[in-house]
């Protein structure tokens, strides 16, 4: 059974970026794709980006100026970072593993809450 | 973007109850629709895909139709665990995109 965990800072400032990172566990990372989504509280999910394990990427435009995914086959693990943070990034941050181009979120981590704030 | 609009945004259904959720696409996507629940501190959970494929280990009650752009959600007989919010999202294009939720409450 695929396991999903994400980790990263609970806070961060204004301005700071935020770092998360997604370790999967009980399957490889190897030959699906893993994206990141977003849930501010008490609102909708936001897909924020995806990455294949051959590294391509595709991003929402309203954050692809801001927003960086990456992955490390050898370690099984693929990464977000998000700057210029500002209070509207507070959110709870899922990762998932995704079908072809991150059309579909098959499993999905337990998120971790991200507050921005000074 | 395509917008996604579900209706209604809330619900309230007793046991056994057959409910209905509807998702509107602003465009046509085909039958590129996915459905999921998700339950208060949890993470969302994959229950159709391809508007009407079965996500394995999801109970047969539940059902996707449609294609274009309207679809629907059915839960044919209400159990109790299915009390949460409803989300469908489009695969058809980037940015992915979800409708804003229903949330499946007791009456």
């Known amino acids: 059974q695929v396991q999903l965990q994400e980790s990263g800072p609970g806070l961060v400032k204004p301005s700071e970026t935020l770092s998360l990172t997604c370790t999967v566990s009980?399957?490889?990372?190897?030959?699906?794709?893993w994206s990141w989504i977003r849930q501010p509280p008490e609102t909708g999910l936001e897909w924020i980006g995806y990455i294949s394990d051959s590294g391509s990427t595709d991003y929402n435009p309203s954050l692809k100026s801001r927003v960086t995914i990456s992955v490390d086959t050898s370690k099984n693990l693929f990464s977000l970072k998000l700057r210029s943070v500002t209070a509207a990034d507070t959110a709870v941050y899922y990762c998932?593993?995704?079908?072809?181009?991150?059309?579909?979120?098959?499993?999905w981590g337990q998120g971790s809450l991200v507050t921005v704030s000074s | 973007d395509i917008q996604m609009t579900q209706s209604p945004s809330s619900l309230s259904a007793s046991v056994g109850d057959r409910v209905t959720i509807t998702c509107r696409a602003s465009?046509?996507?085909?039958?590129?629709l996915n459905w999921y629940q998700q339950k208060p501190g949890k993470a969302p959970k994959l229950l159709i895909y391809?508007?009407?494929s079965l996500q394995s280990g999801v109970p047969s009650r539940f059902s996707g139709s449609g294609s274009g752009t309207d679809f629907t959600l059915t839960i044919s007989t209400l159990q109790p665990e299915d009390f949460a919010t409803y989300y469908c999202?489009?695969?058809?294009?980037?940015?992915?995109?979800f409708g804003q939720g229903t949330k499946v409450e007791i009456k």
């Open positions: 391809a508007a009407s």
């Open positions: 009980g399957g490889s990372i190897s030959f699906f794709y």
């Open positions: 999202q489009q695969s058809y294009s980037i940015p992915r995109t």
């Open positions: 465009q046509s996507i085909s039958s590129y």
């Open positions: 998932a593993r995704s079908t072809t181009g991150g059309a579909t979120m098959d499993y």
